[in-house]
T-cell receptor
Framework: QKEVEQDPGPLSVPEGAIVSLNCTYSNSAFQYFMWYRQYSRKGPELLMYTYSSGNKEDGRFTAQVDKSSKYISLFIRDSQPSDSATYLCAMSGGNTDKLIFGTGTRLQVFP | DGGITQSPKYLFRKEGQNVTLSCEQNLNHDAMYWYRQDPGQGLRLIYYSQIVNDFQKGDIAEGYSVSREKKESFPLTVTSAQKNPTAFYLC????????????FGNGTRLTVT
């Protein structure tokens, strides 16, 4: 079993939809949770950073962490075609000094 | 502008040749990383360095080598021993510590024929 599981998609939604992207993990020691957005042929860019449980909002993006269920989510409101990209979750903590990445979910928002 | 520069963007080599990928950062980060990205496999860690003149193997170090002679630079050599070198290579840097997010360059696409 992988430490971090992420559905690869692709996920195709119409413009304006609410998008939910998710990751599950097995290591209960993880405390730092991140979401990266990666456009085609580009490097990943940090979108959201969350410590421990709870929600964090930034514009149209909301990150949620549920440590009891070992589940993290990224919500995108009013999705735009420019949101079309691959979204990677990443996490670390405990005795892991490296970030562990999910495989990424490819999102396509069509006009 | 602070950031990470990877060059070149595209690289083509013949099988059996070693090739070196460049990575430079001006973020004053202590730690630097090399990842390989293949379709459907996510990011796999090749090597990382948390301080100058020191580096550690990641999950898939075989067939690769690195050096860290300067804080700003972390070149990756893909040797002829790497069985499947064609891939997208990403360099990243961060402040020391697992809680620090990574900052990525825009990658080098290596094609070996």
């Amino acid at each position: 079993q992988k430490e971090v599981e992420q559905d690869p998609g692709p996920l195709s939604v119409p413009e304006g939809a609410i998008v939910s992207l998710n990751c599950t993990y097995s290591n209960s020691a993880f405390q730092y949770f991140m979401w990266y957005r990666q456009y085609s042929r580009k490097g990943p860019e940090l979108l959201m950073y969350t410590y421990s449980s709870g929600n964090k909002e930034d514009g149209r993006f909301t990150a949620q962490v549920d440590k009891s269920s070992k589940y993290i989510s990224l919500f995108i409101r009013d999705s735009q075609p420019s949101d079309s990209a691959t979204y990677l979750c990443a996490m670390s903590g405990g005795n892991t000094d490296k970030l562990i990445f999910g495989t990424g979910t490819r999102l396509q928002v069509f006009p | 502008d602070g950031g990470i520069t990877q060059s070149p963007k595209y690289l083509f080599r013949k099988e059996g040749q070693n090739v070196t990928l460049s990575c430079e950062q001006n973020l004053n980060h202590d730690a630097m990383y090399w990842y390989r990205q293949d379709p459907g496999q996510g990011l796999r860690l090749i090597y990382y360095s948390q301080i100058v003149n020191d580096f550690q193997k990641g999950d898939i170090a075989e067939g690769y080598s690195v050096s860290r002679e300067k804080k700003e630079s972390f070149p990756l050599t893909v040797t002829s021993a790497q069985k499947n070198p064609t891939a997208f290579y990403l360099c990243a840097s961060s402040n020391a510590g697992g809680e620090s997010p990574l900052h990525f360059g825009n990658g080098t696409r290596l094609t070996v024929t």
